[in-house]
């Protein structure tokens, strides 16, 4: 699914979180947000999902304003697993409640694409790691065969060799399944192997777009002192 | 003026809550049954409260009856009236305090973890969660508690008034004297079907009162740890408040 985003405004009481965003997220390409801490990203890919309303702009899906959001998935940052529910149910969370039960090797299934242990099965979010939790519900985004997915730093807080396991599944993800790929992220390397663009967000608007792959060589200044790591506020 | 000001600021928060808390009960009734009714979800969370709720509803009727029977004995004594006191502890238990103490110890049990539940999956963004997964938040956490609770009242007040009745009972005859035949020949002749029935109608209220406010209070919770505390004692403040005024007109009702 293609969407685009025009002039889009979003506050929260007297906070102008999004000032004036323009994007547009191409079908079956994996487009990469990026930004300080704080900027929004979180905000805008809700805003996008319709999980908050927005104060001015526009929103179309594939050329309409008006979208199923069935359609979407979506990781969050902090995981969102439902704590009362084991991990199987969480991942098969709408199968679960509509009394299905033949969900298991399904879950199992996506439980390897993600990496996690069949062990951990039977046992509750209380009882796994923070990035076991980012893997389950990464898990969970997928089970629904999403048209479009949104992922909220995926690979922040996981270790080297399971964040390049979780930036290959995106990519096998988005060839094969063919699915639209919406990543925030602080990993300037992962944006790179996983992203076909890149949005930089800065004080509310885009400050600088263009090819994952050329990242590196981009001109401008906020967002080169953002890779490098230095403070451009000055 | 500042001062003025602030007081302008509270009372719109206020008339924009009672407004939004309306519209909350509207919603409810709207996704009662649809458009997914997750059956399987309502029975547990009933059996859930049903079950971790016996324990306090024992000792809330056990304690209630024993000490109305020793407080009208006081009374009754000085005008010699003590055979009244079976009527007396049959009464007031199923009319008002059965009634009343159960639904102030329910929403301080039940209503409290409510409220902290959905404020926490509010705060953790699992409501959000439940939108991206299909799942009306009325359906899957709303209509299981707001139905449980309203039904698990009435039969908690008819533990509490037999409990009651039993604890008047003991104390009546073991330590005040009474004859036992007679305290329960009394006490069942004594009471009236109607009163019995005032005290139900009364619990399914208090029921749903605590259910929708703790679930009003979850899901408009602030952010963060503060939000959670401040939903759960909203949540206990505002259902006791409402369940003793609404009392008083119920009451008034079967007066
Ligand atoms: N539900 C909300 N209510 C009020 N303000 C909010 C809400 N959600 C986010 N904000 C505000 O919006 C701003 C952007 O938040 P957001 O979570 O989008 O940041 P982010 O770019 O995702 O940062 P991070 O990289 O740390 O996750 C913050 O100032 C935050 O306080
Ligand atoms: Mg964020």
Do not use: W
């Amino acid at each position: 699914m293609k969407i685009e985003i025009k002039n889009l405004k979003k506050r929260f009481n007297d906070n102008f979180v999004l000032k004036d965003i323009s994007l547009t997220i191409e079908k079956n390409k994996s487009t990469i947000i990026l930004g300080q801490s704080g900027c929004g990203k979180s905000v805008l890919i809700k805003t996008i999902y319709q999980l908050f309303s927005f104060d001015d702009g526009l929103i179309f899906y594939d050329g309409k304003a008006k979208v199923d959001i069935d359609k979407f998935s979506m990781l969050f940052q902090y995981g969102a697993l439902f704590d009362s529910l084991k991990i199987s149910e969480n991942i098969a969370f709408t199968d679960f409640i509509n009394n299905k039960t033949n969900f298991n090797k399904k879950v199992i299934s996506l439980m390897n694409d993600v990496g996690l242990d069949k062990s951990i099965f039977n046992k509750y979010p209380s009882e796994i790691s923070g990035g076991m939790k980012k893997r389950v519900a990464f898990a969970r985004a997928l089970y629904k065969n999403p048209k479009v997915i949104f992922l909220d730093e995926p690979t922040t807080g996981l270790d080297p060799i399971n964040s390049d396991k979780i930036n290959e599944l995106i990519l096998k993800v988005i060839t094969k399944r063919k699915i639209t790929a919406v990543t925030i992220t602080h990993d300037i390397k992962s944006a790179i192997k996983t992203g076909d663009h890149y949005y930089f967000i800065d004080k509310g608007i885009i400050q600088d777009k263009g090819d994952c792959k050329k990242i590196l060589k981009t001109k401008n200044k906020a967002f080169k002192s953002f890779i490098s790591g230095a403070d451009f506020k000055q | 003026m500042k001062f003025i000001e602030n007081i302008g600021k509270a009372l719109t928060s206020i008339f924009s809550n009672i407004g939004k808390f309306i519209l909350f009960i509207l919603f409810f009734f709207k996704y009662l049954f649809g458009p997914k009714f997750y059956f399987k979800n309502n029975i547990r969370y009933f059996l859930n409260v049903f079950v971790s709720s016996i324990p306090i509803i024992a000792l809330t009727g056990i304690f209630s009856g024993m000490v109305l029977a020793l407080q009208s004995y006081t009374g009754f004594s000085r005008f010699s009236a003590e055979s009244a006191i079976p009527n007396v502890v049959v009464l007031t238990l199923t009319r008002e305090l059965g009634p009343v103490l159960t639904g102030l110890m329910i929403s301080a049990r039940v209503g409290s973890s409510i409220a902290a539940e959905i404020a926490t999956m509010r705060v953790t963004e699992q409501i959000d969660a439940l939108k991206t997964l299909n799942t009306n938040y009325y359906n899957y956490l709303v209509t299981p508690r707001v139905l449980s609770l309203t039904l698990a009242l009435p039969i908690f007040v008819t533990l509490v008034d037999f409990i009651g009745v039993m604890g008047g009972y003991i104390v009546s005859v073991h330590r005040l004297g009474f004859n036992d035949n007679l305290y329960l020949l009394n006490t069942i002749d004594f009471l009236k079907i109607g009163d019995y029935l005032s005290g139900i109608f009364k619990a399914f209220v208090f029921g749903f009162i605590i259910s929708i406010v703790s679930c009003y209070c979850g899901l408009f919770s602030d952010k963060g740890a503060f939000g959670v505390g401040s939903a759960t004692t909203n949540a206990v403040v505002i259902s006791s408040i409402l369940i003793l005024s609404s009392n008083y007109f119920l009451t008034e009702l079967f007066f």
